[in-house]
Nanobody, 115 residues
Framework: QVQLVESGGGLVQAGGSLRLSCAAS????????MGWYRQAPGKQRELVAG???????NYADSVKGRFTISRDNAKNMVYLQMNSLKPEDTAVYYC?????????WGQGTQVTVSS
């Protein structure tokens, strides 16, 4: 089992930056896939960015060039650097991990971007 705890959300003006952090309760070097999802009010949860244990990344088209996902296996951390934030990035952001056939989720952190 993996417990995930997000931090770093908050209120920021459009054009600003935030860095989200996800702390895992166990060593993540063997976890095949980790990622960040978001859910805005009235919308479905969507994948924002993912990273495999080999370091391959993928991004939603809406955040390409603005967001960067990274993982630090030594610290059991996953990060999401968000730059050039837009009001439409406002959502609850969730950290997720897939280990074997199981998916694990954090409790989420609110990101609000004001115009």
């Amino acid at each position: 089992q993996v417990q995930l705890v997000e931090s770093g959300g908050g209120l920021v003006q459009a054009g600003g930056s935030l860095r989200l952090s996800c702390a895992a309760s166990k060593r993540i070097f063997s976890i095949n896939a980790m990622g960040w999802y978001r859910q805005a009010p009235g919308k479905q949860r969507e994948l924002v960015a993912g990273i495999t244990k080999s370091g391959s990344t993928n991004y939603a088209d809406s955040v390409k060039g603005r967001f960067t996902i990274s993982r630090d296996n030594a610290k059991n951390m996953v990060y999401l650097q968000m730059n050039s934030l837009k009001p439409e990035d406002t959502a609850v952001y969730y950290c997720a991990a897939t280990e074997g056939i199981y998916d694990y989720w954090g409790q989420g952190t609110q990101v609000t971007v004001s115009s």
